[in-house]
């Protein structure tokens, strides 16, 4: 049995995060499919690794932490693997704020609109576009705060790079073109071009699988 234990679902952006820095930083690891459309994340078994009933969850059996949020898991692994955590404590901290901006700035606008792009769910015309312009908004401005930038922190790759690509990779499969934002797209395929990368479509299997 790996160390690591992933629960979630391989078309979950939060998932993808986690088990792409596991892939890029070499770890094996176990992976455990939550079923969503049966409910197993509300299920006691679930909820007993995760308070708030949602993916992913990662268990830890060498120090017996079960923790959730994709980027405090993030936060983790960068100090158990050594990798992608940053020179510093100034560039960790620099790559925390780029991970909450993410959240804020570019996570509903992109996930929701992909959602009603995949028929995951429906939104009223309204709420569609106003999650469209959200999305097109952070991308713009993402763009421009990537400009002379090869990483979001420092000199190399960290979390955050992790966490955003985790976002911003997504939409294509929203329907967003991502031809104005020429910075964006240079930067992500420096994150496709790290040693251990997998994309959306092949970092997870469909099914639980050991690593």
């Excluded at 993402?142 to 190399?156: A, E």
């Amino acid at each position: 049995m790996a160390r690591y234990t992933l629960h979630g679902i391989f078309a979950s952006g939060p998932t993808y995060k986690v088990a792409l820095m596991l892939r890029l930083t070499g770890t094996p690891f176990d992976y455990e499919h939550v079923d969503l459309r049966a409910g197993a994340h509300k299920a006691d078994a679930f909820l007993a690794r995760n308070r708030y009933g949602q993916v992913p969850v990662l268990e830890d059996s060498q120090t017996d932490y079960c923790l959730c949020q994709s980027s405090v898991i993030l936060d983790y692994l960068a100090d158990e693997t050594g990798q992608f955590g940053g020179k510093d404590r100034g560039e960790r901290l620099r790559a925390r704020e780029w991970q909450l901006w993410g959240a804020g700035t570019l996570t509903t606008g992109i996930y929701r609109t992909r959602a009603l792009k995949l028929g995951f769910f429906k939104f009223p015309e309204q709420i569609a576009e106003a999650n469209l312009q959200s999305a097109q908004g952070g991308l713009k401005e993402l763009n421009t705060l990537l400009d002379g930038r090869d990483w979001l922190v420092g000199k190399g790759a960290t979390i955050a790079d992790i966490d955003l690509y985790g976002i911003a990779a997504y939409a294509p499969q929203a329907g967003i073109d991502l031809a104005p934002y020429g910075n964006v797209r240079k930067w992500l395929a420096r994150v496709e071009a790290l040693p251990g990368f997998k994309d959306v479509n092949t970092c997870l299997p469909q099914a639980s699988a050991k690593a």
